[in-house]
């Protein structure tokens, strides 16, 4: 029960479905899914509407699921937020499909964590113009786009002040440079506050191309970027409100953290079975409420959750933390 004015007592269930979802963002993505439903029906239609999805941050569970599971999830809670999903987070989107679909389907979307992701130059430069409200954006990690890329999100993102776009060392074992990177995000991207381009194989002049454009920026992360050289004069002189992190920084990368890649196992926080007949938890039960009868429900979907050690290690990498 909760206390109204005067301290009269009100039942949780006759909160308005607005209030309910702020209280059930605050729940776990396993929770939202597979208990409160079950609490009772107007629990059941708050977590089926837009009031719980105006942020999806399913990156720690998306590590670990299969591809069609993560596609499935995808549309199911895209489409509960029915265009008013402001931030979405999501490692390792595999098909450049899921990427148009975000975009189709999430015009309010202002912050956009991708990384890993399977998406290529070519999709971005014909997604990024229906991507327009974007003010951050994650796509670290993401090998398969470059400069091309980057200018795409530049150019038709025209709010967008966080760009974060850091690497593995091994990932850029094999490239020669990536100033056409520092250009790209130079010319098109001047509103920016805060980069990260940790590990980037970057020069000198690549980034002091960035800090001749970029006049706003605040901080700036270039933790592995070896071969650039800013002198503290320079920057106490023309960029006194930056910060300025690495490149000559110790780091989380050591070779133990690879050992323990060995360890995989199936044994994660949260293992995900879609399974063709699922369990009507209400049947039986009689209503006339047709709001109820959720067409973007679970789906059959049914989810088990075991307990046992999920860290960075066990995912591959020992990712470094944003500061």
């Not at 993505?29 to 059941?44: D, H, M, N, Y």
């Not at 069609?68 to 989107?93: F, P």
């Not at 067409?295 to 066990?314: C, K, M, Q, S």
Request: with cysteine; aromatic share 10%.
């Amino acid at each position: 029960m909760a206390e109204g004015e005067g301290g009269e007592e009100r039942a949780w269930e006759e909160l308005i479905p607005d209030a309910l979802g702020l209280i059930f963002r605050n729940l776990s993505l396993q929770e939202i899914l597979t208990v409160v439903p079950r609490v009772c029906k107007s629990w059941g239609r708050a977590v089926s509407g837009p009031y719980c999805w105006q942020e999806i941050d399913i990156e720690e569970w998306s590590q670990r699921c299969k591809p069609e599971q993560l596609d499935q999830m995808l549309h199911m809670l895209i489409a509960r937020s029915s265009g008013s999903v402001r931030r979405l987070s999501v490692s390792g989107l595999h098909t450049e499909s899921m990427l148009s679909f975000i975009a189709d389907h999430a015009g309010s979307l202002q912050r956009l964590e991708l990384p890993r992701s399977e998406i290529s130059d070519s999709t971005v430069e014909i997604v990024a113009p229906r991507l327009s409200n974007i003010t951050f954006l994650d796509v670290s990690y993401c090998r398969k786009i470059g400069a091309r890329a980057i200018e795409a999100f530049g150019k038709h993102c025209k709010s967008l002040v966080s760009l974060r776009r850091r690497m593995h060392p091994l990932e850029v074992a094999d490239k020669v440079c990536q100033d056409d990177e520092a250009y790209a995000i130079a010319r098109s991207m001047p509103k920016l506050r805060h980069l990260e381009m940790a590990y980037l194989l970057l020069t000198t002049r690549g980034v002091l191309e960035i800090l001749s454009r970029c006049r706003d920026l605040e901080y700036l992360d270039l933790r592995g970027c070896w071969e650039v050289k800013l002198d503290d004069k320079y920057l106490k002189e023309w960029h006194s409100g930056l910060k300025v992190l690495g490149p000559d920084i110790i780091d989380c990368y050591e070779q133990n953290c690879w050992d323990e890649c060995s360890d995989y196992s199936d044994s994660s926080v949260y293992s995900w079975e879609f399974m063709e007949d699922g369990e009507d938890v209400y049947e039986g039960v009689s209503d006339n409420d047709s709001i109820w009868e959720d067409e973007r429900g679970l789906e059959g979907l049914e989810v088990r959750f075991y307990g046992g050690g999920f860290t960075d290690a066990v995912t591959g990498f020992y990712w470094p933390p944003s500061p």
